[in-house]
């Protein structure tokens, strides 16, 4: 029996939006426009992405500033991509990256922490770019979904040795993270890729039920509807065939005939769900067909599904 499964492929966008300086004695944009990072919630490979940030001096008295980038919103103590998005993600100067410069609570910049960036004289000293990287730990179980993440700036400015004022905050342009999971499905069997599995119930006995079993496993970040159908919907030795061996199935546990659709809430990351189909064949129906070969093609079809999403696991 061979097993047909239609399968799809899921991406990650994650972007930085350009946000405008403020009055202040220094300003901070993320630099460039279509920064994105492909994330996939099932890979096991974390995001390590490169990023810059333009500082622009607003006060030509100044020298340098210092600045730490925050997540004003963390929930559990964790920083998140917005509400329900992946979580602790963490940001790393590239000029320093044992120096803290990221942070999920009321750290204020200090002698201890925060990216320093130097001014040169003169107006064509008045910006510099500053590179970062964006770091998210790999297989974090989210929904589909746009999670925006605006970042607070906050930046003390020098005029050479000395500190000018309190520590200022930009709040009007913040650099914001914007990360998108897509509705995605992919199903696979025995190992990612496979889309094709077969159940071998070898020579059938008429005395006793023969079963086999093979594991579907579906990856989803959106709930999704499990359909099955079949060619046939008995074992038969071919086309023109006009005996048929009656087979019954089990998805999950779950009796389930040609026809039949599970609904399903997303998986976990990054493992996903599995779904056991297990075909069992009786000896009495054996007993009543003629020798031969039989087979028949069951395909499971996972589709995204729309509306409300379903209770925990599936369900008929």
């Not at 093609?297 to 008929?316: D, E, H, Y």
């Amino acid at each position: 029996m061979k097993i047909v499964l239609p399968t799809g492929l899921a991406a990650l966008t994650l972007m930085f939006a350009p946000a405008a300086a403020q009055a202040g004695c220094a300003g901070f944009e993320s630099q460039g426009t279509g920064l994105s990072v492909r994330y996939d919630p099932f890979s096991g490979a974390p995001i390590n992405h490169a990023f810059n940030i333009r500082v622009s001096r607003t006060d030509p008295s100044v020298t340098a500033v210092r600045f730490i980038l925050v997540d004003p919103d963390p929930r559990g103590g964790r920083s998140q991509f917005g509400a329900g998005g992946p979580q602790g993600y963490d940001v790393e100067w590239a000029r320093d990256s044992s120096r803290p410069v990221f942070f999920s609570g009321a750290e204020q910049p200090n002698a201890t922490n925060g990216a320093v960036v130097s001014f040169k004289a003169g107006p064509a000293g008045d910006v510099v770019n500053e590179s970062f990287r964006l770091m998210a730990p790999a297989g974090q179980s989210v929904g589909s979904g746009d999670y925006y993440e605006p970042l607070e700036v906050r930046y003390v400015c020098y005029s050479g040795e000395e500190r000018l004022d309190a520590a200022e905050i930009q709040q009007g342009g913040r650099v914001a993270l914007d990360l998108e999971t897509p509705d995605m499905i992919s199903a696979f069997i025995g190992s990612a890729g496979m889309r094709r599995g077969e159940i071998d119930l070898g020579v059938l006995n008429p005395d006793q039920s023969s079963s086999g079993t093979v594991v579907v496993t579906a990856q989803s970040t959106s709930p999704y509807e499990l359909s099955v159908s079949s060619k046939w919907g008995v074992l038969r030795r071919g086309d023109a065939d006009t005996a048929g061996l009656r087979y019954s199935m089990r998805l999950g546990g779950v009796p389930v005939e040609a026809g039949a659709a599970l609904v399903c809430d997303r998986t976990p990351a990054p493992s996903g769900r599995s779904h056991p189909l297990q075909v069992t064949v009786s000896g009495e129906d054996v007993s009543a067909q003629p020798a031969g070969a039989y087979s028949d093609v069951v395909t499971l079809t996972f589709s995204p599904r729309l509306g409300l999403s379903p209770g925990a696991g599936c369900s008929i």
